[in-house]
């Protein structure tokens, strides 16, 4: 099997909601189109007139609730998720007659909400949420780029081939493959990532733990944000905030109250995806639309069963090798294969880290990452309007109650003993993915994206 070569940092990705597929990819488009703009020929920029942008597949569907116009515009301006003012963004095209000017070198294009086209949902483009950027002069093309993005903020360009990155120490292509080479290595789950890790990126040992626990800081602190805010999430639907609310409750409880965990474990992940759906820096973990799952049950641990750094920072790599062989052989893109590639692998990655937490077996942490995938087969992805907000938001604090159940499961009998592997489970997420209809793929055209709400 083709071995993983995916790094933390490709599953965790700082940057702003509410999506990644709709937002931060986007953005990564915008920009790597600027930097084929920059190397573009005087003569060409000289002719050229304008930039135009059509999205596809769900990003035409659900691309204004998600606010990928203002992201491809953004990353057009030279903007990058993981340092760009989550609040700026927010300001472009506020007003319908707004305009920006896209610089390349001394040439400047006039940008406006009318050059972003909303074009077919249903098409023949290899991946759903495909978009198309152009330069043109008149009628002429002068540039075009064809843009796939596939989930989790990864985005691929049709014309350039994949970057190979240098091979991992230890290569494994799925859970069998990876206990082999624990087996075979004598090392733990941790230092054999590490080791891959360093292989990958070329990166150190410090550099690497230095932005893990960048990570666990910025999760972190998008709890802390989530908890102290109230009022109401922007778009049409009218959505009132309600993790502090529940924060609240769980403060005023006795601590011997058994709901108590759990009320709290709700408001951390609640806190996060509030915090997504406001537009508001958060990491992908896998994607935005399921931010809340990992942060949640990290604070969760800090905090109420004060686990420390060292640990978190190992779990953490933990699910992130949970997130790397759902990305490697299947998908977390709700456009491809609905919500169980989304808040059901942030289930499966919580599970995981939970376990490795509490320095769990391997097979503790398979049984703990297949139970929460199990039990979120299925999982359909139908946002009402197209906003990452309902059922995503509350769906990632039962995501996290559901990775916790599932490390309980996992660790109170012999994992051994369990008979379905990940591995398994992992091949029918993604077959049950491609046969799920298309109105169930973030297309907000069927399920709870049809029932009446009320604003
Ligand atoms: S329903 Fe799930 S997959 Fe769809 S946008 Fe919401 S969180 Fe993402």
Redo the contacts with the bound molecule.
């Keep these: 099997m083709e071995p993983i070569a995916l790094s933390f940092f490709d599953i965790f990705k700082i940057g702003p909601g509410p ?1 990644s597929s709709h937002t931060i990819g986007p953005m990564r488009a915008g920009f790597h189109f600027l930097q084929a703009l920059q190397k573009a020929d005087d003569l060409v920029l000289k002719k050229a007139e304008r930039i135009e942008v059509t999205l596809y597949g769900s990003l035409s569907a659900t691309g204004k609730g998600h606010g990928t116009d203002r992201a491809v515009t953004a990353g057009l301006l030279g903007w990058k998720p993981d340092t760009c003012d989550a609040e700026e963004m927010l300001k472009i095209f506020s007003q319908p007659e707004d305009m920006v000017h896209v610089q390349a070198r001394a040439f400047s294009f006039p940008f406006a909400g009318k050059d972003i086209v909303f074009g077919d949902i249903y098409h023949s483009f290899p991946y759903s949420n495909t978009m198309i950027i152009r330069l043109i002069a008149g009628k002429e093309v002068l540039l075009e780029k064809e843009y796939y993005s596939v989930g989790g903020g990864f985005i691929q360009c049709k014309s350039e081939p994949k970057k190979e990155s240098p091979p991992p120490r230890y290569p494994y292509g799925n859970m069998r493959e990876l206990k082999k080479a624990l087996e075979s290595s004598t090392l733990s789950i941790y230092e054999l990532l590490l080791q891959n890790e360093e292989a990958i990126s070329g990166k150190s040992r410090s550099q690497i733990e230095g932005e893990l626990d960048r990570i666990l800081d910025v999760m972190e602190s998008s709890v802390e944000r989530g908890i102290k805010e109230h009022g109401v999430l922007p778009g049409p639907i009218k959505l009132e905030r309600k993790a502090a609310a529940l924060h609240r409750i769980a403060q005023s409880q006795l601590m011997d109250v058994p709901d108590r965990f759990l009320v709290l474990l709700d408001a951390y992940a609640l806190a996060v995806s509030e915090e997504n759906a406001a537009c508001r820096l958060i990491v992908t973990a896998p ?1 935005s ?2 931010a809340g799952v990992i942060p949640g049950l990290i604070y969760l641990l800090k905090h109420y069963f004060h686990t420390a750094q060292e640990d978190l920072r190992q779990g953490l790599a933990v699910s992130g090798c949970i997130g790397f062989m759902a990305k490697h052989n299947a998908s977390i893109s ?1 456009a491809e294969v ?2 169980q ?3 059901g692998i942030a289930s499966s990655m919580g599970a995981a880290l939970v376990a490795a937490c509490d320095h769990a077996s391997i097979d503790a942490i398979e049984a703990a990452a297949e139970i929460a995938m199990e039990h979120s087969l299925g ?5 009402i309007g197209g906003y ?1 907000q309902i ?2 938001i509350e ?2 604090a039962v995501g996290a109650v559901n990775a916790y159940n599932a490390y309980l499961m996992a660790t109170s009998g012999d994992p051994k003993k369990k008979k379905i592997s990940f591995d398994e489970v992992i091949r029918v997420m993604y077959e049950t993915g491609r046969d799920m209809c298309s109105k169930y793929k ?1 297309t907000s055209k069927g399920g709870l994206a049809t029932c009446h709400i009320f604003c």
């Design positions: 999506s994607t639309g399921s709700g609905g919500c590639g989304e808040v999982m359909t992805c139908d946002p990452v059922p995503c769906r990632n973030e």
